[in-house]
């Protein structure tokens, strides 16, 4: 990859780290956030899904706006809203404010999501942009690693309220990263204005595209697993294992090495085996991983460190799925690259909303329930692959 183009992938990569900052930091302080706001762990579990909700749908607004106005206009714009309302929930009084506000946080942060996938369709395609993608993935994977160590130790200075004014200082430097570094990779002669049938027809074509669908499912239930984790690991490993905030950061990033070590090989497998191939595999894999620790811990061994060990190494296969997804998925719409990106998001975010929904009402605080979530994910994400990549087969899992 040309020095340029590593350039703007860091860029990319800072900026798409946000988003998913501003989740993983806020975990450790979930807690203390029922404790101080009089609500219960359900209660204080809804501002997570609040945010993850109005994230997938902002997608919607954001992707079709690229298109029309470029792309650097509507990531400025979501960072503002995201800092106005990260003030907003550094002064909820109630848990009810709080999660409007976490809302419209994640209203304003999916601009981050959604728009660089964008940049880089317009800038690489294929293998290239597998390993651009891998690139950004470098940056990302600081976030699960060291957010919520940051949000423990921010926690341990002030409180959970303090966290919001490190996120706050973080959309300040998204600001001027947009406006100052990035440059505008959109062409004018190539941009639509956003006209609702245009939209509608483009929805329509995405939507009937059994590749683009069936890509976009596989990451969707792919991510929905990680968001299961996302919203049960904190009270899991408080309650069952007895780990202190600082002591859940460090699993948690423990947990989340494996994803993103392994993004970074994404790009050079799919240029030596190809990427439905390195799907394929990687998806059986990570089916296969995680049913094998929900049955062992349902047969009594649930230790935590077979707990973190085995979502360690499954994770690892995940991390190939979700970059090679993305840019398949967006590789035959050059035309409307912001919205492809935009829906694809929005469906992924959307399912993961509702797998939390789903597998919520049998969540114990315990690793059995939370494993089993987990692998009921993975499994929808193979079925998903099997139904649209023809060189998965069902005897390859035999």
């Given at each position: 990859m040309r020095d340029p183009m590593f350039r703007m992938a860091l860029v990319l990569g800072l900026l798409s780290a946000v988003?998913?900052?501003?989740?993983?930091?806020?975990?450790?302080?979930?807690p203390q956030v029922a404790a101080d706001l009089n609500t219960t762990?359900?209660?204080?579990?809804?501002?997570?899904?609040?945010?993850?909700?109005?994230?997938?749908?902002?997608?919607?607004?954001?992707?079709?706006?690229?298109?029309?106005?470029g792309r650097k206009k509507p990531m400025a714009l979501g960072v503002v809203i995201f800092l106005v309302a990260t003030v907003a929930a550094a002064l909820a009084p109630t848990i009810g404010w709080l999660i409007l506000a976490r809302a419209v946080q994640g209203f304003g942060a999916a601009t981050l999501m959604v728009v660089p996938r964008a940049v880089i369709?317009?800038?690489?395609?294929?293998?290239?942009?597998?390993?651009?993608m891998a690139a950004i993935m470098i940056v990302i994977s600081i976030s699960p690693m060291l957010?919520?160590?940051?949000?423990?130790?921010?926690?341990?200075?002030?409180?959970?309220?303090?966290?919001?004014?490190?996120?706050?200082?973080?959309a300040l430097l998204s600001l001027f990263l947009i406006l100052v570094v990035l440059p505008e990779t959109s062409d004018p002669l190539h941009r639509q204005p956003v006209r609702?049938?245009?939209?509608?027809?483009?929805?329509?074509?995405?939507l009937t595209d059994k590749r683009f669908m069936g890509l976009t499912m596989i990451g969707g239930f792919g991510m929905a697993s990680f968001f299961v984790f996302l919203s049960t690991a904190s009270f899991v490993y408080?309650?069952?294992y007895g780990?202190?905030?600082?002591?859940?950061?460090?699993?948690?990033?423990?947990?989340a090495i494996g994803f993103f070590s392994a993004s970074q090989f994404a790009g050079r497998l799919a240029e030596q085996f190809g990427m439905e191939r390195v799907i394929s595999l990687a998806i059986t894999g990570f089916t296969g991983l995680t049913l094998l620790v929900t049955a062992l811990v349902w047969s009594g061994a649930d230790a935590l460190p077979l707990v973190v060990a085995g979502l360690l190494v499954a994770n690892a296969c995940l991390g190939l799925v979700i970059p090679t997804t993305m840019v398949m998925?967006?590789?035959?719409?050059?035309?409307?690259?912001?919205?492809?990106?935009?829906?694809?998001?929005?469906?992924?975010?959307?399912?993961?909303?509702?797998?939390?929904?789903?597998?919520?009402?049998?969540?114990?605080?315990?690793?059995?329930?939370?494993?089993?979530?987990?692998?009921?994910?993975?499994?929808?994400?193979?079925?998903?692959?099997?139904?649209?990549?023809?060189?998965?087969?069902?005897?390859?899992?035999?």
């Open positions: 988003g998913p900052f501003a989740i993983d930091m806020y975990l450790p302080a979930m762990e359900a209660g204080a579990a809804l501002t997570l899904t609040s945010y993850f909700i109005a994230f997938g749908l902002a997608q919607m607004i954001y992707g079709p706006m690229a298109d029309a106005i369709r317009d800038v690489a395609t294929g293998p290239a942009a597998a390993k651009m957010a919520p160590l940051t949000g423990s130790l921010v926690m341990a200075w002030g409180g959970w309220r303090e966290i919001f004014g490190v996120l706050g200082a973080a609702l049938g245009q939209m509608m027809a483009g929805a329509r074509r995405l408080k309650h069952q780990l202190s905030p600082t002591g859940f950061s460090i699993a948690f990033a423990i947990n998925a967006l590789d035959p719409h050059p035309d409307i690259a912001g919205l492809a990106s935009s829906l694809g998001g929005t469906i992924q975010m959307l399912t993961g909303g509702l797998m939390i929904a789903l597998t919520g009402p049998f969540m114990d605080n315990t690793s059995a329930t939370m494993v089993a979530g987990i692998a009921l994910c993975a499994l929808l994400a193979w079925c998903a692959a099997a139904a649209s990549l023809p060189r998965l087969r069902l005897r390859r899992m035999v």
